[in-house]
């Protein structure tokens, strides 16, 4: 079993930065990766950025770039997102995302319950 539990949403004004948490705790494997995407309106879940299996360098979502910015702490089993300068559009739930590979080269997701950020001018 795998836990992801993110924390750092709620209000934020427009222009103003936040950092939100994730922490993975079960059944986590060396090769897990894990990133961040938001889910807005129109209810579609878009990457923003993840870390790639083998690469201590993550990748950004084109789009994404600039205003976000993704780190993490090994040993904490934690990934943490950035905003810079929240604007408006970024109002929506954003979720931690574990991907664990599997030898046939296929995938399984894991989820966190998101955390609802809230940008109000």
């Known amino acids: 079993q795998v836990q992801l539990v993110e924390s750092g949403g709620g209000l934020a004004l427009v222009g103003r930065s936040l950092r939100l948490s994730c922490v993975a705790s079960?059944?986590?494997?060396?090769?897990?990766?894990m990133g961040w995407f938001r889910q807005g309106t129109d209810k579609h879940r878009d990457l923003i950025a993840r870390?790639?299996?083998?690469?201590?360098?993550?990748m950004y979502e084109d789009s994404m770039e600039g205003r976000f910015t993704i780190s993490r702490d090994a040993a904490k089993k934690a990934v943490y997102l950035d905003i810079h300068s929240v604007k408006s559009e970024d109002t929506g739930i954003f979720y931690c995302?574990?991907?664990?590979?599997?030898?046939?080269?296929?995938?399984?997701?894991?989820w966190g319950q998101g955390t609802q950020v809230t940008v109000s001018a």
């Open positions: 079960g059944d986590i494997e060396s090769e897990d990766t």
């Open positions: 995302n574990l991907r664990r590979y599997h030898s046939d080269s296929s995938w399984s997701d894991y």
């Open positions: 870390y790639r299996k083998g690469s201590s360098q993550p």
